[in-house]
Each structure stands twice: as C-alpha cells, then as structure tokens.
C-alpha cells in the first residue's frame, strides 16, 4: 500500500521559508512524477509544481521565482523550497506521486502565511 508522509508546514510570516517533504512508500513500480498541490481557504486544489525523474520540472506562474521543487529519487523524497511567503499562498499542500500509471496523494500540511 502506498504511504505519503508530508512533513514542514506551519505557521511563517509574510517574506519568510518553509520547506516541505514527502516520503513515499509501498510502491511496486517506479515513481515518475512528484510534486506538491494546495487547497487555499474556499478554493480548488491547484497545481504547485511537479517534478519528473528526471528532473524536469513545472510550476505555476504565482510561485515562480519563489519556490523550488526538488527529488531525491534514493530516497522516494520530493522537497518543495518555499521562499518569500506570501499571505495567498495560506493553504493545505497536498503531496502528489504518479507511480505504476496511478496517482497517489497525501493527507496534506497546513502552510499559513500572516501578513
């Protein structure tokens, strides 16, 4: 059974880093994609940024120059650099694989930014 364990959010004020992690488990194939989405108050999940394995990668304009996403596919682990944190990016994260043609996601972490 696949497990997603996310770790790193909290509570950071406005222009301050947090960096999240997710380990993955229990895969019988291979992980191709990861990557991280959110869930802002009162919206839709959206995409943060996705990273392939082999290290390309994709994120939404609103985080770009700002967050880095990142793999260390040793450990089954996708790292997500959040820099200069802004009010609007308050959400729950959500950890996200692509393994054995299926996706998988995780509880999710709470990342609130005070203003």
């Known amino acids: 059974q696949v497990q997603l364990v996310e770790s790193g959010g909290g509570l950071v004020e406005a222009g301050g880093s947090l960096r999240l992690s997710c380990v993955a488990s229990g895969s019988r194939f291979g992980i191709s994609s990861m990557g991280w989405y959110r869930r802002p108050p009162g919206k839709q999940r959206e995409l943060v940024a996705l990273?392939?394995?082999?290290?390309?990668?994709n994120s939404a304009d609103s985080v770009k120059g700002r967050f880095t996403i990142s793999r260390d596919n040793a450990k089954n682990t996708v790292y997500l650099q959040m820099n200069n944190l802004k009010p609007e990016d308050t959400a729950v994260y959500y950890c996200?694989?692509?393994?054995?043609?299926?996706?998988?996601w995780g509880q999710g972490t709470q990342v609130t930014v005070s203003s």
């Open positions: 996200y694989i692509e393994a054995g043609l299926r996706d998988f």
């Open positions: 990273i392939s394995r082999g290290g390309s990668t």
